[in-house]
């Protein structure tokens, strides 16, 4: 069934709310308006082999989930799901009475310490992540093998790249032969102890990812002692893979509005991680979803840039600390009555066809 089929057939629609910004009483001028909601497949799709859990748009932004995997991602606590079924009244669109069996606080768990708080972590990480991507960019041009390499001098070490310029060499005149019982030091020799044979080279091009090895006569003196940290080029390239791919994918009208703060982060995706943070809270203090935010102000703070970063992050541990002590005791139980869950599908099921 796709979306549009679903539209046709609304017959087959439990539930359908306005969801997101609207609802959280966040939006603001230009903010989209999303919607969510739960279906019921048909019934002679049930007995067949086809099975749907979810339903959207091309946008993404209207989401409609089949009402047995809703009632299965309601027993993890999934926050998307407890905020749908909590959704205040003014922003319902429309609901079957069978979604009456189903209430929220049957569903409520110590698991929301995890599904709130934890994802609101993961948000905290990618806002650490964009805060240095922001503050210490990558240069577009990517580093070679060779500014990992050093060699040792004096009682030191100085990058391979000064080296060779102090002695008017060029890394394909060097060749390299590994140093005994040493990870990832070499030997270094110069073409011009050589004859009538010629070395490799530290490195076979710009675009190797690794030193290469050359064949040394006998009696030769090595000329240095070379170092290639290897670990931290293979950091490095892994930072400067993400960091394409962050380039890439990101939604530049967000990024725009992050550089105009000036404040080094994704205020948009921190004020979310205060919401969750709160919303986990009121679970376990009051046993609510409390999707309608009456702390708008402080976290449209938060969206237009008024806090520093590091103030945020200190706010996010006394709160996250608050949030333990509240779980540790909370009467919620552990998680929630699988069959109960079960029971209710069944019922709704039953009852609708």
Same mark, same amino acid.
């Given at each position: 069934m796709t979306y549009e089929q679903l539209k046709q057939q609304k017959e087959?629609?439990?539930? $359908?709310?306005?969801?997101? !910004?609207?609802a959280y009483n966040l939006n603001v001028a230009g903010s989209d308006i999303d919607k969510k909601g739960i279906f019921i497949m048909p019934q002679q799709q049930l007995y067949g082999f086809e099975r749907q859990d979810q339903i959207s748009n091309k946008s993404n932004d209207e989401v409609? =989930?089949?009402?047995?995997? =809703? /009632?299965?991602? /309601?027993?993890?606590?999934? &926050?998307?799901? /407890?905020?749908?079924? !909590?959704? &205040?009244?003014e922003h319902v669109l429309f609901r079957h009475p069978l979604m009456d069996l189903i209430k929220p606080e049957d569903?409520? !768990?110590? /698991?929301?310490? $995890?599904?709130? #708080?934890?994802y609101a972590q993961t948000q905290i990480k990618k806002a650490r992540g964009l805060n240095k991507k922001i503050n210490k960019p990558l240069n577009a041009e990517r580093k070679s093998v060779l500014d990992f390499c050093f060699v040792i001098y004096n009682n030191g070490s100085v990058p391979l790249k000064e080296w060779l310029k102090e002695n008017s060499f060029n890394q394909d005149e060097c060749g390299l032969v590994n140093l005994d019982h040493f990870r990832n030091v070499y030997l270094l020799y110069h073409q011009k102890q050589l004859t009538d044979s010629r070395f490799k080279g530290v490195i076979s091009g710009p675009d190797a990812d690794d030193v290469q090895l050359s064949s040394v006569p006998k009696g030769i003196e090595h000329i240095a002692v070379m170092n290639f940290n290897k670990d931290s080029y293979s950091i490095y390239c892994r930072e400067y893979k993400e960091y394409l791919e962050w380039e890439e994918k990101r939604n530049e009208h967000r990024y725009q509005s992050t550089l105009s703060h000036g404040k080094s982060y994704d205020a948009k995706n @921190? @004020?979310?991680? =205060?919401?969750l943070l709160s919303m986990a809270e009121e679970i376990a203090l009051y046993q609510q979803v409390i999707v309608k935010r009456n702390d708008r102000d402080f976290l449209l703070k938060i969206r237009n840039g008024e806090f520093e970063f590091d103030d945020l992050m200190q706010?996010?541990?006394?709160?996250?600390?608050?949030?333990?002590? #509240?779980?540790?005791?909370?009467?919620? &139980?552990?998680? &929630? $009555?699988?069959?109960? #869950?079960e029971q209710l599908l069944v019922s709704i099921r039953m009852g609708f066809y």
């Amino acid at each position: 069934m796709t979306y549009e089929q679903l539209k046709q057939q609304k017959e087959l629609i439990l539930l $359908d709310c306005i969801s997101g !910004s609207t609802a959280y009483n966040l939006n603001v001028a230009g903010s989209d308006i999303d919607k969510k909601g739960i279906f019921i497949m048909p019934q002679q799709q049930l007995y067949g082999f086809e099975r749907q859990d979810q339903i959207s748009n091309k946008s993404n932004d209207e989401v409609y =989930f089949e009402i047995g995997r =809703f /009632l299965d991602l /309601l027993t993890k606590n999934n &926050p998307n799901i /407890l905020e749908l079924l !909590s959704t &205040p009244k003014e922003h319902v669109l429309f609901r079957h009475p069978l979604m009456d069996l189903i209430k929220p606080e049957d569903f409520l !768990s110590k /698991l929301c310490l $995890d599904t709130f #708080a934890g994802y609101a972590q993961t948000q905290i990480k990618k806002a650490r992540g964009l805060n240095k991507k922001i503050n210490k960019p990558l240069n577009a041009e990517r580093k070679s093998v060779l500014d990992f390499c050093f060699v040792i001098y004096n009682n030191g070490s100085v990058p391979l790249k000064e080296w060779l310029k102090e002695n008017s060499f060029n890394q394909d005149e060097c060749g390299l032969v590994n140093l005994d019982h040493f990870r990832n030091v070499y030997l270094l020799y110069h073409q011009k102890q050589l004859t009538d044979s010629r070395f490799k080279g530290v490195i076979s091009g710009p675009d190797a990812d690794d030193v290469q090895l050359s064949s040394v006569p006998k009696g030769i003196e090595h000329i240095a002692v070379m170092n290639f940290n290897k670990d931290s080029y293979s950091i490095y390239c892994r930072e400067y893979k993400e960091y394409l791919e962050w380039e890439e994918k990101r939604n530049e009208h967000r990024y725009q509005s992050t550089l105009s703060h000036g404040k080094s982060y994704d205020a948009k995706n @921190m @004020m979310h991680t =205060f919401r969750l943070l709160s919303m986990a809270e009121e679970i376990a203090l009051y046993q609510q979803v409390i999707v309608k935010r009456n702390d708008r102000d402080f976290l449209l703070k938060i969206r237009n840039g008024e806090f520093e970063f590091d103030d945020l992050m200190q706010m996010v541990e006394g709160k996250m600390e608050q949030i333990k002590v #509240a779980y540790e005791k909370s009467t919620l &139980p552990n998680q &929630p $009555d699988l069959k109960k #869950a079960e029971q209710l599908l069944v019922s709704i099921r039953m009852g609708f066809y």
